[in-house]
């Protein structure tokens, strides 16, 4: 996979020239011509901090709410759809699913081979885990896994790079794709019991620096935030394409 190649794109900037991407699967998939998500309710379980068996059951709630909708969307659509699966570990191995991990205290990965979303729950996520920093995370990880069943995630996997710096450009146009497709849900079950506007943006505050969980290749804070909102403006996959959309959009 491409993001095992992370590591080799640490010192590279993360704009510059244009590489466009002409595989329609990626730039025309029949997901972006499915309409808007279809709003449906998701209720949150309680968390108590550093309770780990609380977090787990937090997370699966939300996987379900997401199945619920994303099996709907990708159906109606005529699109594949199977259930993802859930896996949570008390340490990642140095490699998994052909990644190499890095030493974080709470992290997530996505395996499209095994259509595996692991997750190692840590005191950096558990010790306030109040906000919607676990919903949108679990929200992104499942992003992936829909990228996986429409192709996106192969046809990314498989796409030629000429040099890092093109290969840099498609880490990111994918990252940010599903960044927007989790805002998309989002918006969907928005607003969840209890929570308010103030709620959401202080989500948006924590995609900043390290907060943001997320290696700098990935994107800038600032690009993740606005591929975010893009997403829950509009509650619809279609203003997901980062595959046409201008260098500038993607840094």
Partial sequence: MKFALLAALSVLPLSGAAYP???PVLTKNPLYRAGP???STCAEQEIRPRNRADARAYIDAVITCLERTWQQHLT????PFKPVNVKYLAKFPRKWCDMEIGEGDSQSWYCGKTSTIAVQLGNEWLNEPGDLWLFSNTATMYAMHVQQLVGIGAAYDAAPYRNKAELSEQIRRYSLQ???LAGAFMKSVWPLPGRTDDDWDYL????QGDEAGRPRE???AST??????R???QADPGACNTWTAPPSKIG
Avoid: E
């Fill in 76 to 79: 109606a659509a005529g699109l």
């Fill in 21 to 23: 991407v002409t595989d």
């Fill in 224 to 229: 993740i935030k606005a591929w975010t909102k």
């Fill in 231 to 233: 997403g829950f403006a």
């Fill in 178 to 180: 599903n960044d927007c």
């Fill in 37 to 39: 998500l279809q709003d």
């Fill in 218 to 220: 990935w994107g800038k």
């Fill in 204 to 207: 948006l505050s924590l995609f």
